[in-house]
């Protein structure tokens, strides 16, 4: 092999940690998107005064958009997972690596 070269298991192993690192950052986005979703449900409950008047549609769009999107990511993240899975089973990484 040349210098350049690189073997498939370093291969293997560089789209591991890349889809750790995609999996780690899917999880903190579907987090926010809980965290918006909670934040319309408050402001909707702020805005009817504890669910005793009408409201605007704003905190519903709010909510609606926040949902939408944390469904989207929790598609992208079981993908990411089935991806690392199906990288783990190929039996190309050594043992050690298998773990993390």
């Not at 999880?27 to 909670?38: K, P, R």
């Amino acid at each position: 092999m040349g210098e350049g070269d690189i073997s498939q298991e370093q291969l293997e192993t560089f789209r591991l940690r890349n889809l750790r690192d995609r999996i780690y950052h899917f999880n903190m986005i579907s987090y926010a998107a809980m965290t918006v979703f909670l934040a319309g449900f408050g402001w909707y409950w702020w805005e009817t005064d504890s669910f005793q008047q009408q409201s605007s549609s704003r905190p519903f769009i709010l909510m609606g958009l926040s949902a939408v999107a944390y469904l989207v990511i929790r598609v992208l993240l079981f993908r990411a997972r089935q991806q690392k899975k199906a990288i783990r089973s190929k039996g190309l990484l050594s043992q050690n690596l298998n773990r993390k």
